[in-house]
């Protein structure tokens, strides 16, 4: 059963091409679902409608079977339900942890909000840094007290804008992995933007790919992966290597082999080392050039090397 429907949503900023182009997008209850796209895609514009923030030219949103109402239509926009969380924390800068979490529960019965900010302290790890300020806390904890503060009203849904790009990576992944569990553990409905395809992998089985304001494509990593909707979806995942006399066909460099004898000649020009193989970059006698993996780490720059493939793994648009 769909839970959050997003239906034919259009959006042009005054004058400007649009923002948004015929987006519809159904996500379950409980379900996670990254939403992967280069910067000035939409993302952020998306987000803010979903959350009834921003208006939209036409389309409409749906939480359960309740109608998300935009700012023309709602004398305080925005809802309870749905918590919008973006990379700068926003935290207040003299208040606690503790107080930061709480702060929207001000309306409510002193008993119910301790013991609401005590649960997600736990929920978070966030206990022994109760009486802590901000700016004695990590960037990933700050972060967490941002989330924390955002899972205060029990929203059904979190919309996740590219929280953690100013985390470095070991950070990052780390917080995702715990973020991911919280998450599940409260099943609550989350959409997590992101540039980054490897952030996208952690947090979700779900990826949806955006570009112009379109979703291109939606399905597991594996199926987008395996048969991308075009050349950016396909892009995401590794370099291609266009095969020549074959247009709009590309192999990537993980299905490309290399031998010693017998296949397409090439010369090492560049050898890089990565943390699984050395990335070769080849050059043809047409003077075009090829991204491959060296698994062995057997040849050097200068060599020549000889590639085939499976015609099977050329991806074709
Ligand atoms: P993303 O989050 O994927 O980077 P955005 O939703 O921020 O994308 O932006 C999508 C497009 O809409 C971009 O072309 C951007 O310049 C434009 N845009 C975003 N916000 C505004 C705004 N408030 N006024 C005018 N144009 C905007
Ligand atoms: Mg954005």
Same mark, same amino acid.
């Given at each position: 059963m769909s839970y959050l429907k997003i239906d034919s949503i259009q959006k042009v900023y005054?004058?400007? +091409?649009?923002?948004? #182009? =015929?987006f519809s997008l159904e996500i379950p209850r409980g379900q996670i679902v990254s939403l992967v796209g280069e910067s000035g895609s939409g993302k952020s514009t998306l987000l803010r409608i979903i959350a009834g923030l921003e208006n939209k030219n036409s389309g409409e949103v749906f939480l359960g079977e309740e109608r998300i109402l935009t700012p023309k239509e709602k004398? #305080?926009?925005? *809802?309870?339900e749905i918590q919008l969380v973006f990379q700068? *924390?926003?935290? %207040?800068?003299? !208040?606690?942890v503790e107080e930061n979490i709480g702060?929207? $529960?001000? @309306? %409510?019965e002193k008993e119910y909000k301790k013991q609401r900010i005590n649960q997600l302290l736990n929920l978070l790890g966030l206990v022994e840094f109760r =009486? +802590?300020?901000?700016? @004695? $806390? !990590?960037g990933g904890q700050q972060q967490k007290v941002a989330i924390g503060r955002a899972l205060s009203l029990e929203p059904q849904v979190i919309l996740l =804008?590219?929280?953690? !790009? !100013? $985390?470095d990576t070991i950070q990052r992944r780390e917080l995702i992995v715990e973020l991911k569990a919280i998450f599940r553990k409260l099943e609550v409905t989350v959409i997590f933007v992101t540039h980054d395809l490897d952030d996208a992998l952690q947090m979700t089985e779900t990826l949806v790919v955006m570009q112009k304001g379109k979703l291109i494509q939606k399905g597991s990593p594996e199926a987008i992966f395996e048969k991308p909707k075009n050349l950016y979806a396909a892009k995401l995942f590794s370099h291609l290597n266009p095969v020549s006399q074959k247009p709009k066909t590309y192999i990537r460099p993980s299905d490309v082999l290399l031998f010693k004898s017998a296949g397409t000649a090439a010369k090492v020009i560049d050898k890089q080392y990565l943390v699984h193989y050395n990335q070769l970059t080849v050059q043809f006698s047409n003077g075009s050039e090829w991204k491959v993996e060296d698994k062995k780490r057997v040849f050097a720059v200068g060599d020549r090397l000889y590639l085939q493939w499976d015609k099977a793994k050329e991806i074709s648009f």
């Open positions: 005054q004058n400007d +091409k649009p923002a948004i #182009v =015929d004398l #305080v926009p925005g *809802y309870d700068e *924390y926003h935290l %207040y800068p003299n !208040s606690t702060r929207p $529960l001000i @309306q %409510y =009486d +802590k300020l901000p700016r @004695q $806390l !990590s =804008d590219e929280p953690f !790009s !100013s $985390l």
